[in-house]
């Protein structure tokens, strides 16, 4: 079974500040990871995968993951976030070669961004 | 090129009710994923459909049931409504055997 943790149902910082957001895994197998971002009254839409190439993976609008087998983490981060990154983050899983490409979110992680 | 659309945007049912939620997925897409996000919660997996057949279930009663038409596009249908029914159901879609699931904005369902 897989399951994600997701650390802080909150995270507030300062424009221009360093932006992350922690997630860690469980897996039987090797993971597919994803992070995806909900803004207010939408669906999510998909920032980057990490799907068993490079470990440390660019996605869009400037975000970026590194995938740690060791620390089983995949956290998030952005140099310097903006106001528009103000939104709510999701982290999930999928497990390779199952048949099945569910995935499985964590609990997520709204970002407030102070001006 | 189109996006996930879902209809309707927004649904409100009485206890007990019926309801039928639309999918069509990107083109070209041939599998399709619906989910259930409770307020504050993460979305959960309910089906996966891939050429019509069902790939995947998650945890969810039988009163849950989906299927995909031959044009890829799926319905999900949800039997005798419970309040905690309310949610946003988002559908996904995803190319042939693709790990990356594209959302629909979602249809926000009250049962009141």
């Known amino acids: 079974a897989q399951s994600v943790t997701q650390l802080g149902s909150h995270v507030s910082v300062s424009e221009g500040a360093l932006v992350l957001l922690r997630c860690n895994y469980s897996?039987?197998?090797?993971?597919?990871l994803f992070w995806y971002v909900q803004y207010p009254n939408q669906g999510l839409q998909l920032l980057l995968k990490?799907?068993?190439?490079?470990?440390l993976v660019k996605g869009i609008n400037g975000f970026e993951a590194e995938f740690k087998k060791s620390e089983t983490s995949f956290h998030l981060t952005k140099p310097s976030a903006h106001m528009s990154d103000a939104a709510e983050y999701f982290c999930?899983?999928?497990?390779?070669?199952?048949?099945?490409?569910?995935?499985?979110f964590g609990k997520g992680t709204k970002l407030s961004v102070i001006p | 090129d189109a996006g996930v659309t879902q209809s309707p945007t927004h649904l409100i049912k009485t206890r007990g009710q019926h309801v039928t939620l639309r999918c069509s997925p990107i083109s070209g897409h041939k599998s399709v994923s619906w989910y259930q996000q409770v307020l504050g919660q993460g979305p959960q997996f309910i089906f996966q459909y891939y050429e019509k057949e069902e790939r995947g279930r998650g945890n969810f009663p039988d009163r849950f049931s989906a299927r995909q038409f031959p044009n890829y596009s799926s319905e999900l249908n949800v039997n005798a409504l419970l309040l905690g029914d309310s949610a946003l159901y988002l559908c996904?879609?995803?190319?042939?055997?693709?790990?990356?699931?594209?959302f629909g904005p979602g249809t926000r369902l009250t049962v009141t």
């Open positions: 990490y799907t068993s190439a490079a470990t």
């Open positions: 996904a879609s995803s190319g042939e055997d693709s790990y990356e699931q594209y």
């Open positions: 897996s039987s197998v090797p993971p597919y």
């Open positions: 999930a899983v999928s497990e390779s070669g199952a048949g099945s490409y569910q995935l499985t």
